[in-house]
């Protein structure tokens, strides 16, 4: 039994699909900063406010100067850049991953699912090989090397994409929800941010 579930995670697979996904989740990265710029997030909900909520057991955390926490965001730019791009990958989503954490992490008011989800993929792609293909690291690297990556990081993306979206869906099934003019007043909020207005956009 534990034989055949090493070789259901561990089988040799092309890593295309995981390259594509890298490329795909840094441009979304790349717009969401970009976001964070124009709507001034560090003033707007970190250094602006006179009181933060945090999370329980992350009281610890507080928010940097103003000046720090931008120079924080700029890096995380970079960082998705570089994700896009896959050069200096692992170094660059170890920073993405910290960075946005931080964020995330400093007021439980601006807690959202898709935030969230961003903090799960990213720490869960420092340990996968996405910059196998399509990246600088492949043209750069001279010896001939395997393109091929274990099954499971194809199965802990799909496992992690889905499970937020398959919960939200069976919470969605309410009154409150489905009853009322509310998911008509989140798609409209929802078309002023860059990254879910796209999406928004894209499904109508």
């Known amino acids: 039994m534990l ?5 259901f995670l561990f089988e040799p697979k092309d890593s295309n ?3 594509v996904y890298r490329i795909a989740f840094g441009l979304f990265m790349i717009y969401q ?3 964070y710029f124009e709507i001034d997030y560090v003033y707007q909900f970190m250094s602006g406010p006179q009181m933060l909520f945090p999370y329980d057991s992350f009281e ?5 100067s103003s000046s720090s926490l931008r120079y924080i965001q700029f890096g995380m730019l970079i960082s998705a850049i570089l994700i896009t791009i896959g050069f200096l990958y692992r170094y660059a989503i170890i920073f993405f991953f910290l960075g946005f954490s931080y964020f995330f992490l400093i007021d439980t008011t601006i807690y959202n699912n898709h935030l969230y989800l961003i903090c799960l993929l990213s720490f869960a792609l420092m340990f996968m090989d996405v910059d196998k293909k399509y990246s ?3 043209i750069l690297t001279k010896k001939e090397h395997s393109k091929l990556i274990p099954a499971w990081h194809q199965y802990l993306l799909i496992f992690l994409i ?3 979206y398959f919960y939200g869906g069976i919470t969605k099934l309410s009154y409150n929800w489905l009853g009322t003019d509310l998911p008509r ?3 409209e909020y929802s078309k002023q941010d860059i990254l879910f207005g796209l999406i928004s956009k894209n499904a109508t």
């Open 60 to 64: 610890f955390i507080k928010p940097l």
């Open 136 to 138: 600088i690291k492949s």
């Open 3 to 7: 034989k055949k579930i090493r070789q």
């Open 17 to 19: 699909i995981v390259s």
């Open 162 to 164: 889905s499970l937020p």
């Open 185 to 187: 007043i989140i798609m």
């Open 33 to 35: 900063m970009f976001y």
